[in-house]
């Protein structure tokens, strides 16, 4: 049994279509994807509410879990704003392995 080819010559793969008639078209190409994007920007106010206004030190890795749950960002990025020498370095404080908030 030969495939099914496509406009070009190439067998059909799972999940394509023709493309020809409406018919042939699978009901599924249009659909979006099941997840959903969630953008948000770390501000100095997030940073702020991870350390309490500066009440306390964490250690980056806790910080960034913080940060995580509270903003919903992935945690590389939570990485990325508690860098000494990033977008709020003046703001962050480091002892050691402690990191705290100016």
Not at 11 to 24: A, D, L, M, S
Not at 30 to 46: F, G, I, L, M, N
Request: glycine share 12%; net charge positive.
């Amino acid at each position: 049994m030969t495939p099914e080819l496509n406009w070009c010559g190439q067998p059909i793969g799972k999940g394509e279509g023709y493309g020809g008639r409406p018919e042939w078209i699978p009901k599924t190409l249009d659909r979006k994807p099941a997840t959903k994007q969630h953008y948000c920007v770390v501000t100095e106010s997030h940073l702020a509410e991870v350390f309490g206004n500066g009440a306390y030190s964490l250690t980056r890795a806790e910080a960034a879990k913080r940060l995580e749950l509270l903003t919903g960002i992935h945690r590389t990025n939570c990485y990325r704003a508690l860098r000494l020498n990033g977008r709020f370095g003046r703001h962050l404080r480091a002892d050691g392995r402690m990191l705290s908030w100016r």
